[in-house]
């Protein structure tokens, strides 16, 4: 039997377009400020990136927060967290990843609805459909595909 405790449940957005800016023009990285985001619950940071992930909090490649926003705390104990997050497993893989489509925002607010009952703010989820509705979305959206499978195939090639 669980005991009934509460565990705080944070949203935290990192900018990884300082791993991008030095390869790519100045204009580009103004335009789209790439963020990565995660949810910070039982001592952990949980993200989808090349499938689902987690480490201490603060201990990701991805740098420090540049927000954190407390969504909450959840009485969901870690064991049936780490259930769940076994049965939706097969909907965060490599091959599944979309920049624009199924992304580190969706887990996000994936999660925080399970743990929660709410989701992330509105505005991040709103974001990649901004940028392709925008007139460089569609030549942004053909760009960052190309980024990634060039990394993507780099990645492949020190298998």
């Known amino acids: 039997m669980h005991s009934k405790r509460n565990w705080k ?3 935290f957005v990192m900018s990884v377009s300082h791993a991008w800016c030095p390869t790519t023009s100045y204009s580009f990285c103004a335009f789209f400020l790439i963020r990565h985001t995660a949810v910070g619950v039982y001592g952990k940071e949980y993200y989808f ?3 689902l992930q987690n480490n201490p909090i603060g201990q990701s490649s991805y740098g420090n927060p540049v927000q954190v926003m407390l969504l909450g705390h959840t009485q969901i104990p870690q064991d049936i967290f780490e259930e769940y997050l076994q049965e939706i497993q097969p909907r965060y893989t490599q091959e599944t990843y ?10 996000s607010e994936e999660v925080s609805q399970f743990l929660l009952g709410t989701g992330i703010p509105e505005y991040i989820l709103r974001l990649p459909e901004e940028v392709l509705s925008s007139p460089m979305g569609v030549m942004l959206s053909e760009c ?3 980024h990634f499978l060039y990394y993507k195939f780099l990645a492949d090639l020190s298998l």
């Open 9 to 11: 449940l944070s949203w």
């Open 49 to 51: 990136g090349g499938g």
């Open 98 to 107: 979309s920049l624009m489509r199924h992304n580190c925002n969706n887990f």
């Open 144 to 146: 960052l595909s190309l």
